[in-house]
């Protein structure tokens, strides 16, 4: 089994920071990408930003300059800092994972549950 947890959801006030972590564990034979998505009750889930395994990374037009992807592969784990927040950004944010499990020839993408940000004065 594989399961992805999020964590580091809050409140913060508008211009405020915050940081999520996404850590996958369970029978991983190796972490290809690894993306944050968001969604809110206003818009479709989108994708927010990505980091290939060699840490290439692309953002949403929305985030560009304001949140920064990161990952560790030792750890399977990957980082989002969201700084310079807007109202806009409030929303479910989840992680997704393209893996192979031990024993599997193929990739699956996995979820997690997702973490909430609200975004307040």
């Known amino acids: 089994q594989v399961q992805l947890v999020e964590s580091g959801g809050g409140w913060v006030q508008p211009g405020g920071s915050l940081r999520l972590s996404c850590a996958a564990s369970?029978?991983?034979?190796?972490?290809?990408?690894m993306n944050w998505y968001r969604q809110s009750p206003e818009k479709q889930r989108e994708l927010v930003a990505s980091?290939?395994?060699?840490?290439?990374?692309n953002y949403a037009d929305s985030v560009k300059g304001r949140f920064t992807i990161s990952r560790d592969n030792a750890k399977n784990t990957v980082y989002l800092q969201m700084n310079s927040l807007k109202p806009e950004d409030a929303a479910v944010y989840y992680c997704?994972?393209?893996?192979?499990?031990?024993?599997?020839?193929?990739?699956?993408?996995?979820w997690g549950k997702g973490t909430m940000v609200t975004i307040s004065s």
């Open positions: 369970g029978d991983i034979y190796t972490v290809y990408t």
């Open positions: 980091i290939t395994s060699i840490g290439n990374t």
């Open positions: 997704n994972a393209e893996l192979m499990r031990y024993g599997d020839f193929g990739v699956t993408h996995y």
